[in-house]
């Protein structure tokens, strides 16, 4: 999903520039206020700790495998705009050490994995949190979904933005990407959702959006 | 364990090497921005680019293989949404070629949509991989931090450099323990296991940062990264990196 040079217009790299920018300013803010300056290690180490899961290939069906995108993950942990920070961090250094991303579409993937990832999701989350039952079971399930929603709208503003730029119809590059990544949305639910989980067993208070009475109760540590 | 995957190579010594890490940032940028708004049908122009990188090449003493093994990583993204391009887009005036096998067309506005997502992503992708491979990561980011990065980017950057390795190691070992059990995982159930794995790694990876913080608190950290080195000034060989290559290639891009 990282989207390299040349692949979008300038107009759209212009737009998903600003928006990224700005996102990423506010996002600096909120995480200041948050967490103060122990931002800086904290922050630092948990970008490295998506850096090396997006290294842990999983399988999709037989043959091929997708990474893990990880934004919502982080969101669900420490929240969105941490998370989009993170990410923002994690992206620009592997435009620039991997030449994984281009350059001038970093802001595009910044706005597809990090903005769409970590900040529109986390706000579903909520929303499918509040209409689910309000326990561990439903705080799972709206984890799955809005997780693999993340990675598929992701992959559908990939697609709307080459689009508009272009480069490929909407009507053969929206299919194409929606159904791969439905796919490694799949895999990405069942890893955030096993990660979700069974950090909620070991630390619950790492889990920053579950706030129900029972956290306590699997603490392993306190067993 | 063997780390090479970063910024290897950057440690080397040649012209290219030797320069500040500000000039190639703006240079390799540059270079990058103004190919990207070049119009697809100005070969000439995109042979003068590729030539420009290739002499930093030669002057950096690179390996061609690594340079040119690390550039195929634009591949999977062509060939997933650009490949098909030239065989589905319809030109408005006939000017398809026919390939004569079973009405298959390739239209010519779709192979030129073609060739300016393949030159401009591969000219990118060697523009970051010379950077990189140039200057070593610590000293990219007091580039960034010196041409006006907000400083919260950068310094979460180099602790995330100087953490990586950690984690990485952290995370082959589990790999390790979990292949010498017969993992053997190739189908979705298995992703549990990876999921616990890399909920595992969280943990220990935020306990490592919460523990680090403590470390630095006891040892007079104020929330200000201190110790660091003025701004350096420009060499005579940096205002000639930049007087060949801005002028050489803003005079392609406007002239051609």
Redesign the interface.
């Known amino acids: 999903m990282?989207?390299?040079?040349?692949?979008v217009s300038?107009g759209v790299?212009a737009i998903t520039y600003i928006i990224s920018a700005g996102v990423s300013v506010f996002a600096?803010r909120e995480a200041?206020k948050k967490l103060?300056?122990?931002?800086?290690?904290?922050?630092?180490?948990?970008?490295?700790?998506i850096?090396?899961?997006q290294?842990?290939n999983?399988?999709?069906?037989?043959g091929t495998s997708g990474h893990?995108l990880g934004a919502l993950?982080a969101a669900s942990?420490l929240g969105p705009w941490i998370s989009c920070?993170?990410m923002?961090?994690?992206l620009?250094?592997q435009?620039?050490?991997?030449?994984?991303g281009?350059?001038?579409a970093l802001g595009t993937n910044i706005f597809n994995m990090g903005i769409i990832g970590g900040v529109l999701c986390y706000y579903l989350l909520v929303a499918l949190k509040s209409i689910l039952p309000k326990n561990k079971g439903g705080y799972l399930i709206s984890v799955a979904i809005s997780s693999w929603m993340s990675v598929v709208l992701g992959a559908s503003a990939c697609a709307v933005e080459?689009a508009i730029s272009?480069?490929?119809?909407l009507g053969?590059?929206l299919p194409?990407?929606a159904s791969?990544h439905v796919l490694i949305g799949?895999?990405e639910a069942?890893?955030?959702?096993?990660?979700?989980?069974?950090?909620l067993n070991?630390?619950p208070d790492?889990v920053g959006t579950y706030s129900y009475q029972d956290a306590r109760t699997f603490n392993t540590m306190e067993a | 364990m063997k780390h090479s995957f970063l910024d290897n190579y950057s440690d080397i010594s040649s012209v290219i090497h030797g320069l500040d890490p500000r000039v190639k940032i703006i240079g390799f940028f540059f270079l990058t921005v103004v190919c990207v708004s070049t119009p697809p049908s100005s070969y000439f122009s995109f042979g003068v680019y590729f030539v420009v990188l290739l002499g930093v090449l030669l002057l950096s003493r690179l390996p061609f293989h690594h340079v040119f093994g690390r550039s195929m990583a634009v591949i999977p993204f062509v060939l997933m949404v650009a490949v098909f391009i030239p065989f589905l887009k319809k030109d408005v005036i006939g000017g398809g070629y026919n390939l004569g096998i079973g009405g298959i067309t390739v239209s010519n506005s779709g192979l030129m949509v073609l060739w300016n997502v393949v030159i401009k992503s591969y000219i990118g992708v060697l523009c970051m991989i010379l950077l990189s491979s140039t200057v070593p990561f610590p000293k990219l980011l007091k580039g960034f931090g010196d041409l006006g990065l907000p400083k919260i980017f950068t310094t979460i950057a180099s602790f995330m450099y100087r953490y990586v390795f950690i984690i990485t190691d952290e995370a082959q070992r589990m790999k390790r323990a979990r292949d010498s059990r017969c993992f053997g995982g190739k189908w979705i159930w298995h992703s549990k296991v990876i999921g616990h794995m890399i909920a595992t790694l969280f943990i220990r990876s935020y306990e490592r940062g919460e523990r680090v913080y403590v470390a630095m608190l006891s040892r007079g950290f104020d929330g200000d990264l201190k110790g660091k080195e003025g701004v350096q000034r420009l060499r005579p060989g940096d205002y000639i990196f930049l007087s060949v290559l801005i002028p050489v290639v803003t005079g392609v891009r406007l002239l051609v």
């Open positions: 990282h989207v390299p040079d040349g692949f300038g790299n600096v200041n103060g300056d122990k931002q800086v290690p904290l922050l630092g180490v948990v970008a490295a700790f850096f090396a899961a290294m842990l999983f399988p999709v069906a037989g893990f993950l942990l920070l993170i923002t961090v994690v620009t250094i435009c620039l050490l991997f030449a994984d281009g350059l001038t080459l272009g480069t490929s119809p053969i590059v194409a990407m791969v799949i895999g069942t890893i955030t959702t096993a990660v979700v989980g069974l950090v070991t630390r790492l």
